[in-house]
């Protein structure tokens, strides 16, 4: 899933749940949650083969992502520092994959990437090819919808 989708739905359970104790958790949880649904991911392709002199435009998606996700966020809540904290938890399982594909060796990062990767198999489109990308487009249209109005 985008990190704009996964960064807004974690705002959004942080803007309906004021305690950080109670919404940073789920904020994080909400993460997998998403990744049950169907979905299309970024490719890291480039960065799993560590080819770095191809990875520039990896990394410029995902800073155009964050900054799309930040965005709407600002526009939409009353920009509450804890709205944005419950954005960026929600994308640190995305994080932490990167971490692993950049860092192998590190087995905290790659014992997440096993549970992170048997997640997102069930609605990645790549994954499970029984999924029309239909589905993934829309499902990411609709999550982002309803987050942007729990926002409001």
């Known amino acids: 899933m985008i990190l704009t989708t996964h960064m807004l739905v974690g705002a959004a359970v942080a803007s309906k749940i004021l305690n950080p104790f109670l919404a940073l958790p789920l904020a994080l949880l909400s993460h997998y949650l ?5 979905h299309n991911d970024y490719s890291i392709k480039n960065i799993i083969e560590r080819r ?11 800073f155009l992502d964050i900054s799309l996700g930040t965005l709407l966020i600002a526009l939409s809540s009353g920009n509450n ?16 994959t990167l971490l692993s594909k950049i860092f192998p ?3 905290l990062a790659a014992l ?3 549970f992170h990767a048997s997640v997102n198999k069930v609605g990645d489109l790549d994954s499970n090819k029984k999924i029309p990308v239909f589905w993934g ?6 999550i982002v919808s309803i987050s942007i109005i729990f926002l409001r």
Not at 137 to 142: A, D, E, F, N, V
């Open 112 to 114: 997440h990437q096993v």
């Open 81 to 96: 520092p804890i709205i944005f904290t419950g954005a960026f938890i929600a994308i640190v399982p995305d994080g932490i």
């Open 105 to 107: 060796q590190n087995k």
């Open 137 to 142: 487009i829309l499902s990411q249209i609709i």
């Open 52 to 62: 770095w002199n191809k990875t520039h435009r990896h990394f410029v998606k995902v």
């Open 34 to 38: 998403c990744d049950f649904l169907p």
